[in-house]
């Protein structure tokens, strides 16, 4: 599974943004997607999971009521629409693919930064 994100910027606060993540390859291997976020200094972090098949959703609870992740099927395409962002949203953002028999993150898209100003 490749994975391809996108749709990073600047921002200032409270602004919007949306990032894409596009799933090829063999995308019958996977469960569900993932977001992750890593600021400088700080470990990596899950923001948000979405299911293929059903889309059920979980999110962080910082980015709870902020965020929304959405799928597109027919797209292999995964989004995060991102509102009222805030300093500390400033990350690398990473799509992640879960895999459908292991059920863990294996394959990690290539990150895109999200910068977000006073």
């Known amino acids: 599974v490749q994975l391809q994100a996108s749709g990073g910027g600047l921002v200032q606060f409270g602004g919007s943004l949306r990032l894409s993540c596009v799933v090829s390859?063999?995308?019958?291997?996977?469960?569900?997607m993932g977001w992750f976020r890593q600021a400088p200094g700080k470990e990596r972090e899950f923001v948000a999971s979405i299911e293929w098949s059903g889309g059920s959703t979980e999110y962080a609870e910082s980015v709870k009521g902020r965020f929304t992740i959405s799928r597109d099927n027919a797209k292999n395409t995964v989004y995060l629409q991102m509102n009222s962002l805030k300093p500390e949203d400033t990350a690398v953002y990473y799509c992640?693919?879960?895999?459908?028999?292991?059920?863990?993150?294996?394959?990690w898209g290539q990150g895109t930064q999200v910068t977000v100003s006073n």
């Open positions: 992640a693919n879960r895999d459908v028999v292991t059920m863990d993150y294996g394959s």
């Open positions: 390859g063999r995308t019958f291997l996977s469960y569900g």
